[in-house]
C-alpha cells in the first residue's frame, strides 16, 4: 500500500524533526552542566568565604547530579506521545526538558501528565484520541506505533498516518542481551498502578514468573526518588535482591531510569563487613531462618555473661585475689538489670568486679602482713572504710586491669563481643549449641568449624549477625567522643555561614532549602575539611548497620527467611515497603509459603496487595508445561498468562551430563543471535559447567546456572538439565526462565508434570 508508505514515512519524518530539536535541547543541558561544573572544579577552593564555599558546595553536588542523570537518558530520550481530545499534544521520554522560552518539550514519565500514556485503554481512555509509540535507533527515529482510542476525534491527515503493530509485543519479541532492559515506553495499567503506588506503608506485588514484577518494582524505585526526592535523597532507597548475578543483571537498569542514587545488596551483604555468597545446607538453612533463633542469639549472649562454679579465684603477683560466688552472681545480675546491650553493660560490670577484686587484694595482703606482723604492737586489722576510698579503688582497679592475668579472667565473665565472634565461636561449639537453639530446631545441623575452610559466615548468617549487633551494642565511648567534638567544630562553621548569607542578603542566590539539607546532614562541614574523595550515599548507608532507608524494595522476596525479615526490618523503621515476589517459586527451605506469615509479625496486617496476572516473558507453549509443574507443587496458585505465541513446542533429550552440548548446539542454531541459558541441578552442575569453560559468566553466550542463581533471570532459549534432580518448585523457576524455546535433558523418567514431553534420544 503506497499510500499508507508515504504516510508512515511522512509521520516519521515529522517526528524527527522533533527528536531531533529534544535532542538539541539535551545536548545543551550537558553543556550547561559540564560547564558549571567545571568552573566550580577550576577553583583551588583555599581562601574562599563561607558564602563562596556554600555556593560552591551546592552547585557541585547539583551539576554532577545532573550531568549524570542527563548522561544516562541518551537512549531512547523520547518515546512517546499522546493527542488529547481538547487537541493538547505530550511528548513522554525519560526526562523533563524546556525549550528556550521555557516551554516544556518533553515530559517526564514520572509525572503526573504523562500518566494518561500508561493507564489509557479502550474502554477507559483517559481523554485520549492517540497514544503513540516512537522506536528510534541512537538519534534516529525508525517507527511508530499507534493505537486509537478515539478515531472520530483526529484529523484526516493524522487518520492516514495511523501505523502499528502493539508496541509491547515488539519489545517482548526483542532478543536478550543478559542485562535487563527498562520498559518505560510499554509499562502496563497494572504495572503502572504498582509503579505509582504511594510512598508510604507496605505494598506486596505478588505475580507468577515474568509478569513483570522485577521491571516494575525498579520502575517505583526510580518513580519514588521523582516524586519523593527531598526524602529519599537523603535517605536513600534500598533494593534487595535474591544473588549477585540477579544485581548485575538489572544493574543497568536504574541510570537508564534517570536514577543514580539507590543502594543493591544482596541479604548476604545486608551486615557491613560482611559480604557471604555461600550458602548452608537446606536443614541448617530452614533453622537459621527460623523466627525462633531470635532466641538463640539471645541465649548465646546471656551463656558469656558467666559466673565461675566456685569463688573467682584470680592469681595476682604472689597472692590470690577471691571473689566470693555470690558476689559475682550479684554483680551479674546487676549489669543484666541496666538492660543494656552486653558490651555497654560490661563496662559496668568490669568496673564493679575490679573494685572487688582491689578489696580481694587488701584483704589478701592483710592476711599475709597478719602473719608477718603477729608480734607488732602497732598493728592495726584492715578497714575498708577507712583504708579504701574512692581514689584508692579507682587507682587499684586501673592497676588490676593492666596485668594481663586479671583482665582474662574479667574477661572469662564478661568478655567484649563481636557479633562476627559470637556467633562462630557458639556454632563451632556443640554443648553452646545445645544449650541455646530452642527446643524443636535440631542444633546438630548448624555445627561447623570456628576457622579455617567451612568457617566464613554464610547467607544464613548475616540475620543471625546483625541480631547479635543488636544485643552486643558497641561500645562507641571514643567514637561519640570524637563525633562530639566534630559536631561542636561543625556547628561553628554553620553558624558563620549562616551569619554570611544573612549579612549578605544571599537568600535568593542560594537555595536555602537544599542549604540546610546539606546542613543537616553534616555534608557541609565534612565536605569542606578536603580529606579524601566524598563517599555517595550509598557507600555511607552501606557502611553503617543502622542506617535508615527512605524506601525499601525486596525483589524475589519469597526467598528471605523470617529471621532475614527482621534484618530488613531493622533498616526500615518507617515501613515504607515494597515487597515483590512469587509464593509459588519459593525454593529456600527458609522462605515463605505465604505473605501473611512472614509480613504479619513487623505489619500487623498493614500491608496490601497488588497482584500481576500476565505473563510477557513465557510464550503460550512453554507456559502450558509451567502450568503443569504448578499444579503438582502448588495448586492453590493460578499460573500467569502468556501473551505470545512462539511456535516452538519444549522437547525432552534423554541422556546424561554429556547429551547437553548437543541440545545446546541445536538450541542455539534455532535462535540465531540470542542467548542460551543451562539451568541444572546442583548434583550436575559441575559436570556441565567443565563442559562450557566461562560458562559462569552470566555475559557468557551460554551461562550455566544453578535454579538458585537463575532466580529472577531470562535467556531466550533454556536447556534444563536434570529436572529429576530439581524440588518442584525449582522446577517450575527452572522451566519459566525461557522468552523462546524450552528444552530437558533428563537421565531416567521425567518427573510427573514434564512426562508430558515426547522424548527423542
Ligand atoms: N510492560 C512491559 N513492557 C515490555 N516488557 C515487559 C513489560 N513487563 C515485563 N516485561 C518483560 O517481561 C520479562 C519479565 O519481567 P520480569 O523479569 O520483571 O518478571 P518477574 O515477574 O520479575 O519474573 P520472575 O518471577 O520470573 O522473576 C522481562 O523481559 C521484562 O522486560
Excluded at 220 to 225: G, K
Excluded at 441 to 449: F, G
Aim: aromatic content about 4%.
Amino acid at each position: 500500500m503506497p499510500n499508507r508508505q508515504s504516510a508512515l514515512a511522512a509521520a516519521i519524518a515529522s517526528e524527527q524533526v522533533t527528536v531531533s530539536m529534544m535532542y538539541d535541547r539535551l545536548d545543551a543541558a550537558r553543556t550547561r552542566a559540564e560547564t558549571a561544573l567545571s568552573a566550580v572544579h577550576a577553583g583551588s577552593g583555599s581562601g574562599l568565604t563561607a558564602r563562596m564555599r556554600v555556593e560552591r558546595e551546592v552547585t557541585a553536588g547539583e551539576q554532577a547530579v545532573r550531568l549524570a542523570r542527563l548522561h544516562g537518558v541518551e537512549r531512547g530520550l523520547c518515546f512517546g506521545r499522546v493527542d488529547t481530545s481538547g487537541g493538547q499534544t505530550i511528548y513522554i521520554g525519560r526526562i523533563g526538558l524546556r525549550d528556550e522560552e521555557h516551554e516544556s518539550v518533553l515530559i517526564d514519565w514520572r509525572a503526573p501528565a504523562a500518566r494518561p500514556f500508561y493507564v489509557a485503554t479502550p474502554a477507559d481512555p483517559a481523554d485520549l484520541v492517540r497514544r503513540r509509540h516512537l522506536h528510534t535507533r541512537e538519534r534516529t527515529v525508525v517507527g511508530l506505533d499507534d493505537e486509537v482510542f478515539d478515531l472520530a476525534g483526529m484529523s484526516e491527515s493524522d487518520r492516514r498516518g495511523l501505523v502499528g503493530e502493539a508496541a509491547l509485543l515488539a519489545a517482548l519479541r526483542r532478543g536478550r542481551t543478559g542485562r535487563m532492559t527498562d520498559v518505560v515506553a510499554t509499562i502496563q495499567t497494572e504495572q503502572d498502578r504498582v509503579i505509582r503506588a504511594g510512598l508510604q506503608g507496605a505494598l506486596v506485588v505478588q505475580g507468577g514468573p515474568g509478569t513483570g514484577k522485577t521491571v516494575a518494582a525498579l520502575h517505583r524505585a526510580a518513580y519514588l526518588l521523582y516524586t519523593h526526592r527531598d526524602v529519599l535523597e537523603r535517605r536513600g532507597v534500598l533494593v534487595v535482591g535474591p544473588n549477585p548475578m540477579f544485581l548485575r543483571y538489572i544493574g543497568q537498569v536504574l541510570p537508564a531510569l534517570g536514577e543514580t542514587q539507590i543502594v543493591m545488596a544482596t541479604v548476604g551483604e545486608l551486615f557491613p563487613g560482611v559480604r557471604a555468597t555461600a550458602r548452608d545446607t537446606p536443614a541448617a538453612e530452614a533453622v537459621k531462618g527460623d523466627v525462633r533463633m531470635a532466641g538463640f542469639v539471645a541465649a548465646a549472649v546471656r551463656r558469656r555473661q558467666r559466673v565461675p562454679d566456685g569463688d573467682l579465684e584470680v592469681p595476682y603477683e604472689h597472692l590470690v585475689l577471691t571473689v566470693p560466688h555470690e558476689v559475682c552472681a550479684a554483680l551479674r545480675d546487676r549489669a543484666r538489670a541496666v538492660r543494656l546491650p552486653h558490651n555497654m553493660a560490661r563496662k559496668l560490670f568490669v568496673t564493679e568486679l575490679l573494685k572487688e577484686l582491689v578489696v580481694a587484694e587488701a584483704r589478701a595482703l592483710e592476711a599475709a602482713l597478719r602473719i608477718e606482723e603477729l608480734d607488732d604492737p602497732d598493728y592495726q586489722p584492715l578497714e575498708l572504710d577507712r583504708d579504701l576510698d574512692e581514689t584508692g579503688l579507682r587507682l587499684g582497679a586501673e592497676r588490676l586491669w593492666s596485668d594481663p592475668g586479671v583482665r582474662r579472667a574479667v574477661d572469662a565473665l564478661w568478655p567484649d563481643l563481636s557479633p562476627r565472634r559470637l556467633i562462630a565461636e557458639t556454632l563451632a561449639d556443640p554443648e553452646a549449641l545445645a544449650a541455646t537453639v530452642p527446643a524443636g530446631l535440631d542444633w546438630r545441623v548448624l555445627l561447623r568449624p570456628a576457622a579455617g575452610p567451612g568457617a566464613e559466615p554464610t547467607v544464613g548468617d548475616v540475620p543471625l549477625l546483625d541480631e547479635a549487633a543488636e544485643l552486643l551494642g558497641e561500645d562507641d565511648s571514643a567514637r561519640r567522643l570524637a563525633a562530639r567534638e566534630a559536631e561542636r567544630e561543625r556547628a561553628g562553621e554553620e553558624l558563620y555561614a549562616r551569619e554570611v548569607l544573612q549579612v549578605a542578603e544571599l537568600d535568593d542566590v542560594v537555595d536555602i532549602g537544599h542549604l540546610s539539607d546539606l546542613l543537616g546532614e553534616g555534608r557541609l562541614a565534612e565536605r569542606h575539611h578536603d580529606d579524601g574523595p566524598e563517599r555517595t550515599l550509598a557507600d555511607r548507608a552501606a557502611a553503617d548497620r543502622e542506617w535508615a532507608y527512605g524506601h525499601v524494595i525486596v525483589d524475589e522476596a519469597q526467598e528471605l527467611s523470617a529471621m532475614a525479615w527482621r534484618l530488613v526490618m531493622r533498616r526500615v523503621p518507617a515501613r515504607s515497603l515494597t515487597v515483590v515476589g512469587d509464593v509459588a517459586q519459593t525454593g529456600s527451605a527458609a522462605g515463605a509459603r505465604s505473605w501473611a506469615e512472614m509480613l504479619d509479625p513487623h505489619l500487623e496486617g498493614r500491608w496490601r496487595e497488588e497482584r500481576l496476572e500476565v505473563n510477557y516473558r513465557t510464550p503460550v507453549e512453554i507456559m502450558r508445561l509451567a502450568a503443569e509443574v504448578l499444579r503438582e507443587v502448588d495448586p492453590a496458585q493460578e499460573p500467569p498468562e502468556s501473551v505470545r505465541e512462539e511456535g516452538a513446542e519444549p522437547r525432552a533429550v534423554a541422556g546424561g551430563p554429556a547429551a547437553v552440548p548437543a541440545v545446546v548446539a541445536e538450541e542455539l542454531a534455532a535462535i540465531g543471535e540470542g542467548r542460551l541459558g543451562v539451568v541444572v541441578s546442583d548434583a550436575w552442575h559441575p559436570r556441565v559447567l567443565e563442559l562450557f569453560p566461562g560458562g559462569a559468566d552470566l555475559d557468557a553466550p551460554v551461562a550455566v546456572l544453578t535454579v538458585t542463581q537463575a532466580k529472577g533471570l531470562e535467556f531466550d532459549a533454556v536447556v534444563v538439565a536434570d529436572p529429576a534432580g530439581m524440588a518442584g518448585r525449582d522446577l517450575y523457576v527452572a522451566v519459566t526462565r525461557a522468552t523462546r524455546r524450552l528444552a530437558v535433558v533428563h537421565e531416567g523418567p521425567l518427573p510427573g508434570p514434564l512426562r508430558l514431553l515426547e522424548s527423542t534420544t
